[in-house]
């Protein structure tokens, strides 16, 4: 008996490995892949802007990454007793101006060089609606929760979405002429903007990154969305507003991504690393004992011996807690 919709993935021929170089950007799902690549130790940047949602905020970002665009004053506003910035997620907001610009800055350095030598670039794209300030017809990536009547809110068309996205890439690949890109649409349903009204706008999604996807021969797809939408479809796999897929959702996701994007070859070290990912994590109720010191002794060992065979893994950090017996 089949429960389940089968999904056809292809994935590339030359997966991800733990010594190529990933670069995440776009929507709140980007950072649950970005994440769980971080916590097992590939070297990962995730959204140097923050979350962002439309394909115009996510190719404009990419663009000022490849810039190495410098943000003045004179790009803040002062809104809620805090300098923002119209293109970057509230996290960079503050209340001492040149600590926001310092931030900002920082980020954008620290992008442009990580995105030279980048081997994989990860697109998660949320919604197809971009907003745009009406009082100068300025694009905003986040409104950070100034009145509504501030803004214009346009559902992009699809040969707006293509057109932009496709000159970033025309753009990338002649500043990184290596890079493979990953596109997925995020399952994450914006149901504010009304479930038809997010049913338009990401099947306008869909087509557009479809055709870009067909155009070159760099760029990959992979089914979030679809996974979600197409294969679990059950609300027990949501959380409680009914629009975040929850735990169990999003590693069912991951698992899917592991397997058609990471190089089979990885999947025993991603195993080890778990291990010491999930000894790191005990919690001993007497850490005084001798049972415990000899637990970490042998996680200290394992970890050490697990750093010598592959020198590109940073276990560091876990090494330094198991050698605390």
């Keep these: 008996m089949k429960l389940m919709t089968e999904i056809s993935i292809k994935g590339p021929d030359q997966p991800i490995t733990y010594t190529d170089t990933l670069l995440l950007v776009g929507s709140c799902f980007t950072e649950h892949i970005g994440g769980k690549l971080d916590n097992l130790k590939f070297k990962v940047l995730q ?74 670039l990860v697109i998660t794209l949320g919604s197809s609606y971009s907003y745009r300030l009406k009082e100068g017809n300025i694009p905003v990536a986040n409104c950070h929760r100034a009145p509504a009547q501030w803004f214009r809110k346009h559902l992009c068309t699809i040969d707006e979405t293509v057109a932009a996205l496709d000159n970033m890439l025309h753009r990338l690949f002649m500043f ?30 869909l087509e557009s990154v479809h055709q870009l996807v067909d155009k070159f021969s760099r760029l990959y797809y992979f089914p979030a969305y679809e996974l979600m939408i197409d294969v679990l479809r059950d609300y027990r796999f949501y959380d409680s507003d009914l629009v975040h897929p929850n735990y169990q959702g999003t ?9 058609h994007y990471i190089s089979h070859d990885m999947h025993p070290v991603i195993d080890l690393v778990q291990q010491i990912l999930i000894a790191r994590k005990h919690k001993a109720f007497q850490p005084s004992t001798q049972a415990h010191k000899s637990f970490l002794q042998s ?16 276990l560091q950090e876990e090494l330094d807690y198991f050698l605390q017996a």
């Design 47 to 120: 959204n140097p802007h923050g979350i962002l949602f439309d394909p115009l905020s996510v190719s404009d970002s990419l663009v000022s990454y490849m810039e190495n665009r410098q943000y003045k004053a004179s790009d803040l506003f002062f809104y809620n007793e805090l300098w923002q910035s119209w293109n970057h997620h509230s996290r960079f907001s503050g209340i001492e101006a040149n600590a926001v610009l310092e931030n900002i800055n920082k980020s954008q350095g620290t992008a442009h060089q990580f995105l030279q030598s980048a081997k994989w």
């Design 251 to 259: 590693e069912f996701v991951l698992e899917k991504f592991r397997e």
């Design 176 to 205: 990184n002429a290596d890079i493979n890109i990953i596109f997925t649409i995020s399952p994450v349903r914006h149901i504010r903007d009304g479930v038809i009204e997010n049913n338009r706008s990401k099947a306008r999604l």
């Design 299 to 314: 996680f200290a060992a394992k970890t050490r011996d697990l750093m010598e065979k592959y020198p590109f893994l940073d």
